[in-house]
């Protein structure tokens, strides 16, 4: 069960104007907080140099870079809606671009950037931004390995003093050329360059945790420059040609197909990169919860709507096209950035560089600048992804998307990559394997490859035949999924063979038992069918009659539930259960909740044995000590868990139409001290808490209670956790600061949990609020682009 959130929650009449994520309160003063400042700097140092390159790389102005750099920087920072995603020219996009400068021509290009972006924001406008997730991860990252290849290659031949062709092949064939022809300047300021790229980061010790303050890319182009200004080698520099010259988008020009074409491929990678980038670093900002408490995970769509607007102004303006960017997007969360005004910051460092630095920037060597951009298209060829791919026995896809990218172009390439992650996909859905073998104990054993479905039924149902009747037989299935036709046609055998003296036992892969196919009599006791007290065995339609559900006797229910367990569950628990019974019980939490028998805290706590250490009783009471009249098995159990189990929390759990609540309400005063009157009595300090005037009502997830019902089980909660520090082995573990309290809340009726999320849970507060607790998804497979 999640911990009580920390921060406090008011209600809607204590809660100021709602604002837009991520954005400054209203009626506040815009500030830079200083672990923004510090990781836009860093950020900065690591996008100069890597924009020039890029911008090398694909043969565009080298001012282009710069521009997508700053665009990216600040309208993705703005808009977009990933605020720790640093956007600018990708590496990724350097293979496209410069096929489309060689096609076309660089206007025009400008021209397909600006039409990919105003693509990319009707995407955005349609919310299909989660599309782009469906993709195998094979077949991104073999795009980015296939791109990196191409960029490696390409700028292998500026390394040794060339000059690369367009094409990969033609790269290739005129390699043993170039390597005859060594320029030994650039070769020289290549290899400082790259020796610095390696080895900077493994520096070891105190000085190396100083030295990676500075970006590796930065140190390695600084000393190259050093080093050739020094030495006054002969290599090839940057050149800025004045701003006033700078070229600016045209009109497009060429076939439209064509065109088209290339605005689709220009959108589906700037779309796919950024997007999944977005996912990266929310993975990395919810591991680091400490670090970026106020960050709030990605918005997709926006951030899609941010990217294309972004496009349209860098291609109006002569730059690249614009991605997420996921080395600049990691620099900046580890750097301690905290808000989008790192990654807006960054883009004005880079204005300010591109009109200031200039005389700086034109002493860098094009080697150095080709040497980094080697290095990324290296990296992006990623041996963890490889590994990890092979693991799920994708590397066919992989390989093809790779190779379709390197020897054909990006789309086509990726195209190729999708149709074969089909083709893997249908192969393993329509390939079962069965085999059908008897064991020297007369056992027969069928085994079952694959998934099981329609297609499968005719091969299973004539092996399942081949097995003579009152046999024996196991039945192992080794696959993810079984369709509803292989479902039907096994339970149908079962049922047959069982009915004539035959046993039936399903496995999986690994051994274990399954529950069996429910048979006909017992057809609606399936996982999903409503639980309506023990009668889940029987139609539904005998259940009831005249609203009232026929009931078995106890004796009946207790049996039949003890004999299911027996059958179907104690099968999975009997290893861990002789784990605990050999080591003893470790729970983290004692859970004090109520009686109540709608209240089942294994299920709403997803818990197990040995988690919890539960204590029950009407009310969910904690007596003050000393006020039990004779009565200390709620104190004996408050002091075991502490003192001896060593719990590191505590939970009072109430719930809605608490009986116990109701009868402190209505109860007449006087009467007859019943066992349950006087129980009931630790409660009437939550009634008086209720009727304070000094104290607002505590609410429910910003509503006030239903009734007043409900507001006191709400208010009991509170007042329970008071009387739990009044118990000196609590007060004892809270001032050692090693024990939590928690408020919870569950809601009978809508099968919903709240947190008590009042300051820091052990502090009495003028108002407390119950936070509901959503259900959250799966986290996405590892889809980490690099670039």
């Not at 701003?243 to 779309?271: K, N, Q, Y």
């Not at 004996?636 to 502490?642: R, T």
């Amino acid at each position: 069960m999640s911990a009580c959130v920390p921060t406090r929650t008011t209600d809607s009449a204590h809660t100021p104007p709602a604002h837009k994520p991520h954005a400054p309160p209203p009626g506040k003063r815009f500030r830079i907080a200083g672990a923004d400042l510090s990781a836009s700097v860093a950020v900065f140092l690591i996008a100069l140099p890597l924009s020039l390159g890029i911008a090398l790389a694909t043969g565009a102005p080298l001012q282009a870079g710069l521009v997508a750099a700053a665009v990216g920087g600040i309208l993705v920072g703005a808009l977009g809606g990933s605020p720790l995603q640093v956007s600018g020219p990708a590496a990724g996009l350097t293979v496209v671009t410069a096929d489309l400068i060689h096609q076309y021509g660089w206007r025009t290009t400008c021209a397909i950037t600006v039409l990919a972006g105003l693509a990319q924001l009707g995407l955005g406008c349609l919310r299909v931004a989660r599309t782009a997730l469906a993709v195998s991860p094979a077949v991104v990252h073999g795009m980015l390995a296939g791109i990196g290849v191409t960029i490696a290659i390409a700028q292998l031949h500026i390394v040794l003093g060339g000059t690369p062709q367009s094409v990969v092949l033609d790269n290739l064939r005129a390699l043993p050329a170039q390597l005859a022809d060594l320029h030994p300047a650039a070769l020289t300021i290549s290899v400082l360059t790259l020796a610095i790229l390696l080895l900077w980061p493994r520096i070891p010790g105190r000085a190396g945790r100083i030295a990676r303050v500075m970006p590796a890319a930065l140190v390695a182009v600084a000393a190259a420059t050093a080093v050739a200004s020094a030495a006054r080698l002969h290599v090839d520099r940057v050149d800025l040609p004045s701003w006033r010259s700078h070229a600016l988008a045209g009109l497009p020009e060429g076939p439209a197909l064509g065109l088209v074409a290339a605005v689709l491929t220009i959108t589906l990678v700037c779309s796919v990169q950024s997007l999944l980038g977005a996912v990266a670093v929310d993975k990395v900002v919810s591991g680091q919860p400490e670090l970026h408490a106020g960050v709030r995970r990605s918005d997709l769509d926006r951030e899609l709507l941010g990217q294309g607007s972004a496009n349209i102004v860098s291609g109006a303006l002569g730059g690249l096209p614009v991605a997420g960017v996921a080395v600049r997007s990691m620099a900046n969360v580890r750097a301690g950035a905290v808000s989008r005004n790192s990654t807006m910051l960054h883009g004005v460092w880079v204005v300010v560089a591109a009109l200031l630095l200039v005389p700086v920037l034109e002493l860098i060597p094009l080697a150095a600048l080709a040497a980094l951009v080697m290095a990324v298209g290296i990296q992006m060829v990623s041996l963890n992804h490889i590994r990890t791919i092979t693991r799920h026995r994708e590397i066919v896809v992989y390989a093809v998307t790779t190779l379709g990218v390197v020897f054909l172009g990006v789309l086509e390439g990726v195209a190729l990559g999708v149709a074969v992650a089909v083709a893997v996909s249908l192969h393993r859905l329509a390939r079962t394997r069965i085999t059908h073998c008897e064991d020297d104990a007369g056992v027969h054993r069928l085994r079952v490859r694959g998934q099981l479905t329609f297609l499968a039924v005719p091969r299973l149902s004539k092996a399942l035949h081949l097995v003579p009747q009152g046999s024996d037989v196991i039945v192992e299935l080794d696959g993810s999924f079984m369709d509803h036709a292989a479902y039907e046609s096994l339970q149908c055998w079962q049922d047959s063979h069982t009915a004539h003296g035959g046993s039936v036992e399903i496995t999986g892969r690994s051994g274990a038992r399954i529950a069996e196919p429910a048979s006909s009599s017992h057809s609606c006791c399936r996982p999903w069918a409503p639980w309506r007290n023990h009668h889940c065995d029987r139609p539904q339609e005998e259940q009831q009659r005249e609203g009232q559900v026929r009931r078995r006797p106890s004796g009946h229910q207790l049996a039949s539930g003890i004999s299911a367990f027996q059958r179907n569950t104690a099968p999975h628990v009997r290893g861990e259960l002789a784990r605990l019974a050999r080591e003893g019980q470790q729970p983290a939490q004692l859970f004090l909740t109520c009686a109540d028998s709608r209240v089942v805290t294994s299920m709403i706590t997803s818990s197990g044995p040995g988690d919890l250490f539960v204590v029950r009783n009407v009310g969910n009471l904690v007596p003050l000590p000393g006020a039990e009249s004779g009565d200390d098995s709620v104190g004996a159990a408050i002091e075991y868990a502490v003192d001896v189990l060593k719990v590191r929390s505590i939970t009072v759990c109430g719930h809605s139409g608490c009986g116990a609540m109701q009868a402190l309400l209505s109860a007449p005063p006087g009467g007859a001290q019943t066992p349950l009157k006087r129980w009931l009595r630790h409660g009437l300090p939550s009634v008086e808490r209720m009727g304070a005037q000094d104290r607002a009502w505590a609410r429910l997830a910003g509503r006030a209670p239903a009734d007043a019902v409900e507001q006191l089980c709400l208010t009991n909660v509170v007042q329970q956790l008071e009387h739990l520090k009044a118990h000196d082995a609590v007060a004892r573990r809270l001032a050692e600061g090693d024990l939590e309290l928690h408020g919870m809340y569950f809601h009978v009726g809508e099968a919903q949990a709240y947190l008590l999320t009042e300051g820091t849970g052990l502090e009495p507060l003028p108002d407390e609020v119950f936070d509901q607790v959503s259900a959250t998804a799966q986290d996405e497979a590892e889809r980490t682009p690099s670039g």
